[in-house]
């Protein structure tokens, strides 16, 4: 990148082109007043801005100091001073950083120059769109929706219903950063709301509630490099226990006798089993979503009675056990009234604990913003209650509730921290397991995040899809997520087997699970689920067909172990994902820069999954340069083209190249199945 400027003008190029230019006839800045309108229900949010002001800083002082570049920018000659601004030149890029705002701004815009074909990626976990160009994207964490296509019916009715039903942009976890097929990334260091601006020709606009502490701009010579810098810049995670490899994890949530009886069922059938994940553990109640769980994190021996011997017995059998937790506490349960007597909790204008709806359900929040309270959570809840029970990993959930209306310890507006939130609760996690020296034995899976939830969250799971094959909420929204997230520095990733949400006549059937184990094989985990409505979806356990298949799979998943050993490890070390665009190792071949519903697991493997209903073909696009191998037939095909192969259940189009190092296991796989 270079920099140059004048008295009134700035320019930054990138190889040679204009990536950002402010001149008095093309601002790059802008600023605004406006009062939004926020409106919560179970972690949905209605969002509306009355804009009352939006002007261009066109008048720009250029200087230099021993800081580096400054600019004061107005909006006219004889303007009072509007923003000051400092421009560190770094050997790959620039860090703009706020110096000075003017009280009055809560609106801001910044420009940077884009080319027709230039492709963008990112902005946190994606699950609708992979590549974000022709669209904007407001980056507010919250619940995806059931149903994300305004078009269908589950969306329409979860609309009416509940207020519930999402749109292409909604997701636990975005992030205001985005990588450019131009090989830059882009970062904007702020917690409030923003939102990312696509659609434009010859620029990207990039809105923020608030001016920004910093904007981050650097780049690389290839995208593999670019995402090493993301990583190191945000965070890495470490390795993956060597547990989660002995094979799939199985949700099970219906009390201890049935967790024993679909082990040993499970075990029976050959199957490869790492772990039970009942989450569970601490209860449940029946509400018209469905079975929902106890949120008071304590075993509850009602449900089951012999835990603690359970867990031993387990371990003892080389298989661990899993749990749930989340940051919020129910108000029937044991664990709030301690919180509330020692101001532990989030309060209301009236200074007592705040109650928020859950669905059915009241509950109070945990002040992570209050030491003393985030001490309490990791030394009471995850430590005793948790880890020396036996525990061995958790979902960690609902990081993005945090309502907008409450009272926080630490006087931040709740509006400012609520994107904070998901990052707070993974160091939360993250701190108790290390301080309780159990990091390489113990690991946790997140769907929420934001910028810096990197450092922290040693997994992300896809949250909860619809059990279906629906392009906007069902099986290939999973791969969408694992490819924008990853390009973000999150190196591991993984789904709930057959999805999570059936509301509204929608049923998980037997080909959406086994489509779903099949894709699952090749990712870093792979962990089953029962869903929202256990006993109306199809189970693994209730049908010999899909017991099979799961078995098979996750022998696969086993037996590819070692090379996924290998990707994990560069994922922890250099912050590559395990799950990669196809464009990270090909970028000279322009197909690969639009595919979304197919990946690479590392440099060597080529997974296009099954991701429609009644299909026993599928076709998938394999790179040019390399002779690449299907897993199955052995045959042998030529890059830079689209081949349709034969997918019968059980058998995903995959493909490895010939000269890997790792083609006699590949080889091997499909004979062990």
């Known amino acids: 990148m270079q920099v140059t400027y004048q008295r009134d003008q700035l320019h930054l190029r990138l190889a040679g082109e204009d990536l950002l230019v402010h001149t008095p006839d093309s601002p790059a800045f802008f600023i605004g007043y406006g009062r939004e309108k926020m409106d919560m229900y179970c972690g949905n949010f209605e969002i509306q801005d009355y804009l009352e002001s939006r002007e261009a800083l066109r008048h720009l002082t250029v200087t230099e100091n021993q800081e580096g570049i400054q600019l004061e920018l107005r909006r006219y000659k004889d303007d009072d001073l509007q923003l000051r601004l400092n421009v560190a030149v ?7 950083q706020s110096q000075w705002v003017n009280s009055d701004i809560n609106r801001f815009w910044v420009r940077l120059a884009a080319k027709d074909s230039e492709h963008v990626w990112g902005c946190g976990e994606q699950m609708s769109y992979f590549n974000l160009r022709g669209r904007n994207f407001p980056l507010w964490t919250s619940e995806p929706g059931v149903g994300r296509d305004k078009t269908t019916y589950v969306t329409w009715q979860s609309d009416a219903v509940n207020r519930a039903g999402g749109d292409y942009y909604n997701t636990n976890y975005p992030q205001p950063t985005f990588v450019s097929s131009r090989r830059y990334f882009c970062h904007v260091e702020t917690y409030d709301y923003a939102d990312f601006d696509f659609r434009h020709g010859e620029f990207h606009e990039l809105q923020v509630w608030g001016v920004p502490a910093s904007i981050l701009l650097r780049s690389a010579p290839t995208f593999l490099a670019l995402v090493e810098k993301i990583s190191a810049t945000f965070g890495r995670q470490p390795l993956l226990p060597d547990w989660v490899y002995n094979g ?24 490869a089993v790492s772990a039970v994940w009942c989450e569970d553990w601490s209860g449940v109640r029946e509400t018209s979503f469905g079975t929902r769980l106890f949120w008071d994190w304590r075993w509850q021996p009602e449900r089951y009675p012999l835990l603690d011997q359970l867990i031993s017995d387990l371990h003892a059998r080389n298989v661990r056990f899993l749990g749930y937790v989340n940051p919020y506490l129910c108000v029937d349960g044991s664990l709030f009234p301690e919180a509330e007597a020692a101001g532990y ?21 945990v002040d992570f913003t209050n030491e003393a309270a985030c001490t309490w959570f990791k030394d009471v809840i995850i430590k005793r209650e948790m880890l020396d029970l036996g525990i061995s990993g958790w979902m960690a959930d609902f990081g993005e ?43 946790f899976f997140m769907r929420a995040g934001y910028t810096g939830v990197q ?9 909860d899809q619809s059990v279906d094959f629906s392009r906007h909420d069902g099986l290939g929204t999973v791969i969408c997520a694992a490819l924008s997230s990853g390009l973000m520095g999150n190196a591991f990733h993984h789904s709930d087997i057959g999805g999570y949400t059936s509301l509204f006549g929608n049923k998980r059937d037997a080909e959406l699970h086994m489509r779903w184990a099949e894709m699952a094989a090749f990712t ?35 037996s590819l172990s070692p090379y996924l050993k290998q990707l994990v490890a560069e994922g922890s070390s250099r912050g590559i994902p395990v799950q990669r665009a196809l464009f990270l190792h090909f970028e000279a071949d322009p197909e690969c820069y639009d595919i979304q519903d197919q990946y690479l697991l590392g440099p060597d493997m080529l997974v296009a999954p099954v991701h429609k209903a009644g299909c026993d073909e599928w076709s998938a696009y394999l790179p040019s340069g390399v002779e690449w191998v299907h897993l199955w037939s052995g045959k042998h095909y030529s890059g830079g083209q689209r081949v349709t192969v034969a997918a019968p259940v059980g058998e995903p189009a995959v493909f490895y190249r010939h000269t890997s190092e790792w083609s006699h296991l590949f080889a091997a796989l499909a004979g062990q199945m």
């Open 90 to 96: 770094l050997d790959d890029g620039i860090k703009l």
């Open 248 to 271: 799939v994890i199985l949700g099970l949530k219906r009390g201890q006798t049935h967790a024993e009886t679909m082990l040993a069922k499970a075990l029976d059938s050959d199957m």
């Open 345 to 365: 909790l989030a309060t209301n204008e009236q200074g007592d604990a705040a109650l928020v709806d859950f669905g059915e359900f009241d509950c109070g929040v």
């Open 401 to 443: 509730y945090l309502p907008i209306d409450v009272k926080l310890s630490n006087g931040v507006s709740a509006k400012q921290e609520h994107n904070r939130w998901p990052v707070r609760w993974a160091q939360i996690n993250a701190e108790a397991i290390a301080e309780a020296g159990l990091t390489d034995e113990t690991t």
């Open 455 to 463: 450092a922290y969250c040693p997994l992300l799971w896809a949250g």
């Open 524 to 558: 870093p985990v792979m962990r089953t689920h029962e869903s929202n409505r256990p006993t109306e979806n199809a189970q693994w356990f209730d049908d010999p067909e899909v017991a099979e298949h799961l078995a098979r799979m996750s022998r696969l998943y086993v």
